[in-house]
């Protein structure tokens, strides 16, 4: 992989995009701590455990709710500011978060560790990477999605 001269347009335009990458992994993983902490929050609790276990309505309409929650904002977002389109990818992180906590009740604590903290360590480590790296990373996009 070539480094470029940090004076040349293409280094330019390499740095902007990596920028661009970096804001979007950073709020990415955001949104990936607010889902993993709601979705814990709720399979820890009792109270949330006994509900989701005696009924399937409440998966279904949180489900619904997330369904159409994203319908929504993908058909308006182009209207919103920076800070309004933040604050609905939090309620979306949430939103998701209490999806995610009902797999969390149906799954074993060994499948979690297994599937999902493999998947986030992953993400984290392309996050940082992709944060504090000066070169061309876009060559390596075929590879990584052969291994995702």
């Known amino acids: 992989m070539a480094q470029y001269d940090s004076c040349t347009p293409y280094a330019a335009g390499v740095e902007a995009v990596n920028a661009l990458f ?7 993983a955001l949104g990936l701590v ?9 399979a820890s609790s009792p109270t949330m455990l006994r509900m989701f276990e005696s009924s399937l ?43 995610c906590s009902v797999f969390l009740l149906f799954s074993t604590e060994e499948s979690v ?21 000066k070169r061309d990373i876009t060559t390596r996009g075929s590879f990584l999605l052969m291994g995702l």
């Open 34 to 42: 607010l889902t993993s902490i709601t979705a814990w929050l709720i």
């Open 113 to 133: 560790y297994t599937e999902f903290l493999p998947t986030a360590g992953m993400f984290v480590t392309m996050s940082v990477y992709a944060m504090y790296t």
């Open 57 to 99: 309505t409440p998966l279904i309409i949180v489900a619904i709710v997330e369904i159409g929650f994203v319908f929504y904002i993908s058909s308006t977002i182009a209207k919103y500011s920076a800070s309004t389109s933040l604050l609905l990818f939090v309620i979306y992180s949430i939103l998701n978060g209490i999806t």
């Open 22 to 28: 970096r804001k979007v992994y950073q709020y990415m």
